[in-house]
């Protein structure tokens, strides 16, 4: 038990760590390159996501007290984040042609990084927090 728990949370915070930090990459660098970065924000997200639920299951089952509210909140910011990314992301790749052309495009993109930084750094603020609240 302990073990699964160790690997759960090891493989949450990597690939947190590794979506929150391209994300803040690509909003600081106006979505360059974001369309390589596409699949594996969405795979580290979704393990993200997945791990996020295991722990939950093992660790916050039952009546939330103020870290679960914490966790959820941070939760939702992160689901928020994904969501803005896919559908901008993947309406991006449709028209990976155009996105190198056009400029409302490229801004479009470099918008949804930048308010999934905000929403994710609300996720990893709260995160952090949650297990001394
Ligand atoms: C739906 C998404 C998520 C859910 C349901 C979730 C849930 C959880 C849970 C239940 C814990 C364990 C808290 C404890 O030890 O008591 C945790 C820890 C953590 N999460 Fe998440 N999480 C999610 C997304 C994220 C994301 C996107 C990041 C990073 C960007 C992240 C970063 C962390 C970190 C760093 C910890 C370790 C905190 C600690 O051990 O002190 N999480 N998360």
Same mark, same amino acid.
């Given at each position: 038990?302990?073990?699964? +728990?160790?690997?759960?949370?090891? #493989?949450?915070?990597?690939?947190?760590?590794?979506?929150? %930090?391209?994300?803040? *990459?690509? !909003? /600081?660098?106006?979505?360059?390159?974001?369309?390589?970065?596409?699949?594996?924000?969405?795979?580290?997200?979704?393990?993200?996501?997945?791990?996020?639920?295991?722990?939950?299951?093992?660790?916050?089952?039952?009546?939330?007290?103020?870290?679960?509210? +914490?966790?959820?909140?941070?939760? #939702?910011?992160?689901?928020?984040?994904?969501?803005?990314? %896919?559908?901008?992301? *993947?309406? !991006? /790749?449709?028209?990976?042609?155009?996105?190198?052309?056009?400029?409302?495009?490229?801004?479009?993109?470099?918008?949804?990084?930048?308010?999934?930084?905000?929403?994710?750094?609300?996720?990893?603020?709260?995160?952090?927090?949650?297990?001394?609240?």
């Amino acid at each position: 038990m302990q073990m699964t +728990l160790i690997v759960t949370l090891v #493989l949450h915070v990597r690939s947190g760590v590794f979506w929150a %930090g391209t994300t803040f *990459a690509l !909003a /600081r660098t106006g979505g360059n390159e974001a369309d390589r970065f596409f699949r594996p924000q969405m795979g580290a997200a979704s393990v993200a996501v997945a791990t996020g639920g295991v722990l939950w299951f093992f660790l916050h089952r039952g009546p939330l007290g103020t870290p679960g509210h +914490l966790l959820a909140i941070g939760a #939702l910011c992160a689901l928020l984040a994904a969501g803005v990314q %896919g559908a901008m992301g *993947a309406s !991006a /790749r449709r028209n990976l042609s155009a996105l190198s052309e056009s400029e409302g495009l490229r801004r479009r993109v470099a918008r949804s990084q930048r308010i999934a930084a905000g929403l994710l750094a609300i996720t990893v603020t709260c995160m952090a927090a949650a297990r001394y609240a």
